[in-house]
């Protein structure tokens, strides 16, 4: 028997067409798109090596080592640098001599390549080789490692004593004057507001010593007397700043700052914010006194940018010579082990008459008594 033939469709329009056989192909047709577009994509992120980055920093580097050459050169300074590092970095080995201070080199090298649009990316002290180590470059990208030192720079085999004699500013006479003839670098603090502050600062600094602000700061004590020249943890931005400024005119000179009491001060972070953004501006650098174990005033001044560094010891807690003789010679321990530490005593007769027995026979055992502002960082 013969099949009935089968009735042919007809379809009265496009869109009846599409309907039942133009959209699933259409479809089918998308998705494979869709497939290679996203295959494409994957194999780009995964395949493609983007442009060497050192080849597009190298005329750049070329024009900032131009820079740093000149400048170095027309001051007569001797420097050599080593190749490139894993990072792309060079490090340049910059030799400094004693009539230059490093930190006017370090202004005279910002200025220089400011223009270029380079900046000093970061800038750390070490104090063991009285150097300083500069990474430079453009925006987040170091390109040259620069370590500014001072020429014939001996290693010192006892490491650096840093000594902080605190409270003057009472009286001058023939006993303050004498921890000037210690033959050792120290640093005096003086307390400002006091009859004879700007008397000490100025005498002191003709005979080229340093000195710091010995700035009284809220004690945790609360019978304990304060003056206008305190620091509290009730005060603004703007007490604080007057207080900085009065302390200035009173002990002109000061290279820096450190607490006198502060107990409860120093570890009030709000106020040490206010206090370092203060001092930041002054351009000194700031010493933890550490007079609470509780304090926070070194975190907070390093997070802020200012130069800083923390009492070791104590020497004279104890008033009596074999207590001083003890921490002072801990003191060296410290410094032997550290390769440098800072201590601080008071102006006081058995302090000044221990060193003077002491402070010999450090330094014949290599021991090197430097001023504070060597070991700020």
Not at 101 to 113: A, E, F, N, R, W
Not at 156 to 183: C, M, Y
Not at 276 to 304: C, H, N, W
Not at 336 to 349: D, E, P, Q, S, V
Request: hydrophobic share 40%; glycine share 6%; proline share 5%.
């Amino acid at each position: 028997m013969k099949k009935p033939a089968r009735k042919r469709k007809y379809y009265s329009n496009a869109s009846e067409f599409m309907k039942s056989i133009g959209m699933p192909i259409i479809i089918g047709v998308l998705s494979l798109l869709i497939m290679i577009t996203i295959r494409f994509q994957l194999f780009n992120r995964f395949n493609h090596k983007p442009r060497s980055k050192l080849n597009v920093e190298y005329p750049v580097r070329d024009e900032l080592k131009d820079v740093l050459n000149n400048l170095f050169t027309s001051n007569g300074l001797s420097f050599r640098f080593n190749k490139s590092s894993k990072s792309g970095a060079e490090f340049w080995k910059v030799f400094v001599p004693k009539n230059i201070p490093i930190p006017s080199l370090h202004l005279m090298i910002k200025d220089s390549i400011n223009p270029i649009g380079a900046k000093i990316i970061s800038a750390r002290s070490r104090p063991l080789e009285s150097s300083v180590l500069l990474e430079i470059g453009y925006q987040d990208s170091v390109m040259i490692r620069l370590n500014l030192s001072y020429l014939d720079q001996n290693k010192n085999e006892g490491g650096l004593i840093a000594i902080i004699i605190d409270d003057f500013g009472d009286r001058w006479n023939s006993f303050v004057e004498s921890f000037l003839d210690l033959k050792a670098d120290i640093t005096v603090s003086i307390i400002p507001g006091r009859s004879k502050s700007s008397t000490v600062a100025r005498k002191l600094k003709n005979k080229n010593c340093e000195i710091m602000v010995h700035l009284p700061m809220e004690p945790l004590d609360p019978t304990i007397k304060i003056d206008d020249f305190t620091i509290c943890t009730n005060m603004t931005t703007a007490q604080i700043r007057n207080i900085i400024k009065r302390s200035l005119r009173q002990i002109p000179g000061a290279s820096g700052i450190n607490n006198h009491m502060g107990s409860k001060v120093t570890a009030h972070r709000a106020t040490m914010e206010r206090l370092m953004q203060e001092i930041k501006s002054t351009g000194l650098y700031f010493v933890d006194s550490r007079t609470t174990p509780r304090t926070v005033a070194y975190r907070v001044a390093r997070s802020m940018g200012v130069p800083c560094a923390k009492r070791d010891i104590f020497l004279d807690v104890e008033n009596d010579k074999e207590s001083i003789r003890k921490m002072l010679q801990e003191l060296a321990l410290r410094a032997r082990k550290n390769g440098f530490a800072i201590g601080i005593g008071h102006l006081r007769k058995n302090t000044l008459e221990v060193f003077r027995e002491e402070i010999p026979r450090l330094q014949a055992k290599g021991y090197q008594f430097v001023r504070v502002s060597r070991l700020v960082n």
